[in-house]
């Protein structure tokens, strides 16, 4: 009964996102700053739920690191930092953002934070989750990430402890960056 309810009060707020694929969304950046997610139409994306105090908070560093490499080729890691996991991102924007910067010279996009699971959960992440399977189910924990094509199809989930560095995480994305981006 509360996941029928749950699909009616985000019915609403999905129907422009299932058209338009992850591009139907618009988010505050980490700065306040509203961010239509169409603004990357055209790129890979690699969209991730992050965490300042957290075992797999180090995975920073290679996020940072695989942007910077794959930029160039339209490539973008989108950080969504959540506090939904054992409240281990308990900080403000601004904390989060001088965290990252100062710690792990993090200068991919960064949004504010949002709830990935249960009650108040954003409408992305309520998108993303109801994917169908292999790609949809729950968020796991912290630093799950998933994989979106030029077009904005979520083409792969990867679990958690899935580092930025993985051999197949790395094959699916250089796959995805030698498509040619869409069309007008």
């Known amino acids: 009964m509360r996941r029928l309810l749950l699909a009616l009060v985000l019915l609403p ?11 139907g969304f618009t988010l ?13 139409r055209g ?20 996020l940072e690191a695989l942007y910077e490499k794959h930029r160039e080729r339209g490539f973008a890691v ?32 960064m949004f504010s934070k949002i709830t990935v699971k249960g009650k108040g959960i954003h409408p992305l992440y309520a998108w993303l989750t109801s994917r169908p399977a292999p790609v949809g189910g729950p968020v796991q924990w ?16 990867f679990a958690p402890r899935t580092e930025p560095d993985d051999p197949e995480l790395l094959a699916r994305l250089e796959a995805l960056l030698a498509e040619s981006p869409p069309g007008p």
């Open 13 to 23: 707020l999905l129907g422009a996102a299932t058209s338009a694929g992850i591009h």
């Open 28 to 40: 505050n950046r980490i700065d306040g700053t509203p961010q239509s997610l169409a603004d990357y």
């Open 43 to 62: 790129q890979v994306l690699l969209v991730v739920n992050v965490a300042s105090k957290c075992g797999l908070t180090p995975q920073y560093e290679g």
């Open 78 to 109: 989108l950080g969504f930092p959540s506090n939904d996991f054992a409240g281990q991102e308990p900080g403000s924007d601004a904390e989060i953002a001088e965290f990252c910067r100062s710690t792990y010279g993090v200068r991919f996009p």
């Open 142 to 157: 912290n630093f799950q990430k998933y994989l979106v094509d030029r077009s904005g199809h979520v083409t792969d989930r």
